[in-house]
């Protein structure tokens, strides 16, 4: 008879899952045990914090994530990680043991335990869209299936605590309950399909954003099929980028207000109907409200709610609504001129000169081939990346919208493991690669190869031009010896564009481990987005004050 | 008049309180450019983790400390730490930055925020004692005073929430309410006294048991004037290790059941009165419940009960109870033979022999002075260390009951922030290392002079003899590399005895920075109390699979 373990392993298996990221720790024990005889595979990072971030990306890329830690010790340190996901729509299943039911009797102080047993339970409670504690054998299989269809549904992070003594309990498998999502109502969407048709079709100049969630419950050929019947423009946002190639003829660029490109900015607010798909309304992404979105002239769908003009069809989401607008007879357009991203200029380097932002990233513009995953850190290094041209869908990751710091080395883990056929170009500010950049010794363990830039500006460069102080210092690291520290990997120092154009093609012979390219920039040189975005940002901080 | 910010500083300072750890974000820059101006010190860490961590450990040693990080994405990466200072009671004040109050009507997407506005202050109700959103001006000060009291009165975490546009709203200060706690019962107090007075000298052979509480309530003196008015003889725990000075003739050693020393073992379990004072009856604490510690013979105080053999006196507490008992005619004893730390042996390195864990604390114990504080992490490091003799009170810190991994480097920053006159001692395993290690770069950059021992076999040698496997092996680094790589600091290769003490001779003697000492030992070599810890854990996770 199969046990709890097993049967948790078969269903993540089923699911499509590989890699299981997490650190170990007694309470975790017997199911790192189970897992390491199983078909899937542990990668065990330096911190609880690599192995959430890379369970993240791996979700991302993959569909479904899985990070397998202790109790409290190990669960608290991807609190973080578990939000962001949450917020990101990212589905990740936080595995962690517990204490055993028959210890807990009584109320011992088994170490890690911080007031009650339940307190991590009652934690990711907030930070999960379903959560369980697998205490009895009888309901196990049930509660897995219940937990693993939620992450599915929503694409949100679901919570598994396994108390050590229930890991080897024998199990009587039961189909699991079904909870699809009841379907819409056949009428109101036959409704909304028409008036949406109508609006459309009477439009003069519609655009459509396409939002992550198109990425995130698997709509990108079903936009690609929507932009080619009816020849509509499209726009991504910096959370959405690459949510469909950016070689695109229909492709616009970012679309982020004041922060994104001028011409982009004018293309869409002048629209008559704006076609919102699957779009996070949020701050950065819409680069801090200096966007222009009139809701009199939008069709607003996302996976939880549809809205046109000012009303909503409740139960109407984004699957359902857009399959059936491909249904419509929608009318194709003439391809008319429309912006689009400039090809990557040819880059000639300048001997000696020093490296800027903006030269920087056109050269990387440059670099950019269909096998290459862009992701990009919080800070200027996603910003300055807004304007690349990523070429297929899917190779650009970065945390627009929860912004958290220090998500780019790690990710880069989850990436690769996830899809070996690309390499992974991490940029990533000096602030945070002090976070978790040393997470590059578990992409060195596993043989993985991501091209490392740090964007070496000594200090939190995001920060300074709003607020500065020492606060925003870093002491100096020599990144380029950390590969001789960790017995692998190639290190580059890059103070000129020559050095540059020289490290960039050793690092693309060098595909059999990672690089790390130290790039020295001026503390107050940055790119032309973040110019825009911190002074925006600036005027509400002062305002706030 | 007064800002809230400055408010709270004024207060924070009034405490005692002279450094901030943290690392700033957009929604805590306010507050960080306010801190920058006042007479506090920002010491930011190179990520959220290390200035938790740290916080914790200047409150250990001083008395309050203080954490300030932004909204979500600062405040869950210190999750972990705070569970820590609630779960072995140290008082940190955790000031996160958030949303302003005017920016969350029609709540709009914010970055960083990850479901609901009070998200970040319902996972902090959790992990703290008491809690504040500073949101209305006229009640800023009696919420900061009732949440500073509280870490005070209880020695645990506590949690302040500043809307950015709440940092430079002007309050009108208020006297703080009364929050005293209530005195105990005068007669239940002396009935209780009488008793125990009455069974103390009644026993033959009484043992007092020092529990970390009595640190952190400022009972060391109290316990010291008991000890030398009765020459009862003492034993500390693991969490409680130096709350006496070891050197004391009446001090026994690390009481930790059949993990501590055996004579250590035998005389407290045939006592006939324990004295538990402050004491966290913990599993590791009491070396996996194999303590035998008989409640007919236990007078039991701490800061929330008091028991005698099997009754309780409700609201009777540490304090009052101690110096009550100080108060009593207790008889004075003759200081008969008791179990006593052996001192240390003068250690001849023999040249090109192996370091081994027993040789290293053998040599190490007898490198310790008074100006020497011994920071243990979780692991060996920890486990080998309980039979270190410790010089004075305060000169050891180890997280021993909550036993997250990673604490020792980070921690030692808040110790010599908190204490300059102490050198830490920094006893710490490769796979915690890895974790946080980095933050050396956090010491050097604020001048700090830690002595780093990362103790290197190539894994997390605490779970190999519970249940092996791929999973608990780490890439090798170079430690002795990462000097070279911050710009300052010395490192040093030991694999043999004579390197070790070449290696410690010129830590001694290098005092303006830090000293980093691989110690190459041997993937399956452990301490004396180890092998007897994990002998009893793995039959533990053995027996509940």
Same mark, same amino acid.
């Given at each position: 008879?199969?046990?709890?373990?097993?049967?948790?392993?078969?269903?993540?298996?089923?699911?499509?899952?590989?890699?299981?990221?997490?650190?170990?720790?007694?309470?975790?024990?017997?199911?790192?045990?189970?897992?390491?005889?199983?078909?899937?595979?542990?990668?065990?990072?330096?911190?609880?914090?690599?192995?959430?971030?890379?369970?993240?990306?791996?979700?991302?890329?993959?569909?479904?994530?899985?990070?397998?830690?202790?109790?409290?010790?190990?669960?608290?340190?991807?609190?973080?990680? #578990?939000?962001?996901?949450?917020?990101?729509?990212?589905?990740?299943?936080?595995?962690?043991?517990?204490?055993?039911?028959?210890?807990?009797?009584?109320?011992?102080?088994?170490?890690?335990? @911080?007031?009650?047993?339940?307190?991590?339970?009652?934690?990711?409670?907030?930070?999960?869209?379903?959560?369980?504690?697998?205490?009895?054998?009888?309901?196990?299989?049930? =509660?897995?299936?219940?937990?693993?269809?939620?992450?599915?549904?929503?694409?949100?992070?679901?919570?598994?605590?396994?108390?050590?003594?229930?890991?080897?309990?024998?199990?009587?498998?039961?189909?699991?309950?079904?909870? =699809?999502?009841?379907?819409?109502?056949?009428?109101?969407?036959? =409704?909304?399909?028409?008036? #949406?048709?109508?609006?459309?079709?009477?439009?003069?100049?519609?655009?459509?954003?396409?939002?992550?969630?198109?990425?995130?419950?698997?709509?990108?050929?079903?936009?690609? !099929?929507?932009?080619?019947?009816?020849?509509?423009?499209?726009?991504?946002?910096?959370?959405?980028?690459?949510?469909?190639? =950016?070689?695109?003829?229909?492709?616009?660029?970012? *679309?982020?207000?004041?922060?994104?490109?001028?011409?982009?900015?004018?293309?869409?607010?002048?629209?008559?109907?704006?076609?919102?798909?699957?779009?996070?309304?949020?701050?950065?992404?819409?680069?801090?409200?200096?966007?222009?979105?009139?809701?009199?002239?939008?069709?607003?769908?996302?996976?939880?709610?549809?809205?046109?003009?000012?009303?909503?069809?409740?139960?109407?989401?984004?699957?359902?609504?857009?399959?059936?607008?491909?249904?419509?007879?929608?009318?194709?357009?003439?391809?008319?001129?429309?912006?689009?991203?400039?090809?990557?200029?040819?880059?000639?380097?300048?001997?000696?000169?020093?490296?800027?932002?903006?030269?920087?990233?056109?050269?990387?513009?440059?670099?950019?081939?269909?096998?290459? $995953?862009?992701?990009?850190?919080?800070?200027?290094?996603?910003?300055?990346?807004?304007?690349?041209?990523?070429?297929? &869908?899917?190779?650009?990751?970065?945390?627009? *919208?929860?912004?958290?710091?220090?998500?780019?080395?790690?990710?880069?883990?989850?990436?690769?493991?996830?899809?070996?056929?690309?390499?992974?170009?991490?940029? $990533?500010?000096?602030?945070?690669? &002090?976070?978790?950049?040393?997470?590059?010794?578990?992409?060195?363990?596993?043989?993985?190869?991501?091209? @490392?830039?740090?964007?070496?500006?000594?200090?939190?460069?995001?920060?300074?031009?709003?607020?500065?102080?020492?606060?925003?210092?870093?002491?100096?690291?020599?990144?380029?010896?950390?590969? &001789?520290?960790?017995?692998?990997?190639?290190?580059?120092?890059?103070?000129?564009?020559?050095?540059?154009?020289?490290?960039?093609?050793?690092?693309?012979?060098?595909?059999?481990?990672?690089?790390?390219?130290?790039?020295?920039?001026?503390?107050?040189?940055?790119?032309?987005?973040? &110019?825009?975005?911190?002074?925006?940002?600036?005027?509400?901080?002062?305002? !706030?004050?």
């Amino acid at each position: 008879m199969k046990s709890i373990s097993d049967y948790l392993i078969q269903r993540l298996y089923a699911h499509g899952i590989r890699h299981v990221f997490g650190v170990p720790g007694d309470y975790a024990l017997g199911f790192y045990r189970d897992l390491d005889r199983s078909r899937l595979t542990v990668v065990n990072t330096c911190d609880e914090q690599g192995a959430g971030f890379a369970a993240d990306a791996y979700a991302r890329v993959h569909g479904l994530g899985a990070v397998c830690i202790t109790y409290c010790v190990g669960g608290f340190k991807v609190a973080n990680t #578990t939000a962001q996901a949450f917020a990101e729509k990212s589905p990740v299943v936080v595995i962690s043991g517990s204490p055993g039911v028959r210890e807990r009797t009584r109320n011992p102080l088994l170490h890690h335990k @911080v007031r009650d047993f339940d307190i991590q339970l009652k934690v990711f409670e907030q930070l999960t869209v379903a959560s369980a504690v697998i205490d009895d054998a009888q309901t196990a299989c049930g =509660e897995i299936n219940r937990v693993l269809a939620a992450a599915t549904r929503y694409k949100r992070p679901v919570y598994i605590e396994l108390p050590r003594d229930m890991i080897s309990a024998p199990i009587t498998p039961t189909r699991s309950a079904s909870s =699809e999502a009841e379907p819409p109502d056949p009428a109101m969407l036959e =409704e909304a399909l028409a008036e #949406t048709q109508a609006m459309i079709d009477a439009a003069r100049k519609p655009v459509i954003i396409a939002g992550v969630e198109l990425h995130r419950f698997g709509l990108q050929d079903a936009l690609l !099929r929507l932009v080619e019947k009816t020849n509509i423009p499209v726009a991504a946002t910096l959370l959405s980028k690459s949510v469909i190639g =950016e070689l695109h003829p229909r492709y616009l660029g970012v *679309y982020a207000g004041a922060m994104g490109r001028k011409d982009v900015q004018h293309y869409v607010e002048s629209s008559d109907c704006l076609i919102l798909l699957g779009t996070f309304m949020s701050d950065i992404n819409l680069g801090i409200f200096t966007a222009h979105l009139e809701p009199g002239r939008s069709i607003y769908v996302t996976s939880e709610r549809t809205s046109v003009r000012h009303h909503t069809y409740p139960g109407l989401t984004l699957d359902g609504f857009l399959h059936g607008l491909l249904r419509t007879g929608l009318r194709r357009r003439k391809a008319g001129p429309s912006p689009h991203p400039k090809p990557p200029a040819p880059f000639r380097p300048v001997r000696g000169k020093r490296m800027t932002v903006r030269r920087l990233f056109q050269r990387l513009n440059a670099f950019l081939d269909d096998d290459t $995953v862009v992701i990009a850190d919080t800070g200027d290094a996603m910003f300055a990346a807004a304007d690349m041209t990523i070429h297929s &869908q899917t190779e650009f990751l970065s945390p627009a *919208y929860y912004t958290s710091v220090g998500y780019a080395v790690p990710a880069s883990i989850g990436v690769q493991l996830a899809n070996p056929r690309l390499r992974p170009l991490v940029l $990533v500010g000096d602030g945070a690669f &002090q976070m978790t950049g040393l997470e590059l010794s578990t992409a060195a363990r596993f043989g993985l190869t991501p091209i @490392v830039l740090v964007l070496n500006n000594a200090g939190y460069g995001t920060e300074r031009p709003m607020m500065d102080g020492a606060f925003n210092d870093l002491l100096p690291w020599t990144y380029s010896l950390i590969p &001789q520290m960790l017995g692998t990997g190639v290190g580059f120092d890059v103070a000129t564009e020559d050095q540059l154009e020289a490290a960039l093609q050793a690092a693309r012979r060098q595909t059999d481990t990672f690089c790390l390219l130290d790039i020295h920039l001026d503390a107050h040189d940055r790119s032309p987005a973040l &110019q825009r975005l911190t002074e925006a940002l600036a005027k509400r901080v002062r305002a !706030r004050q």
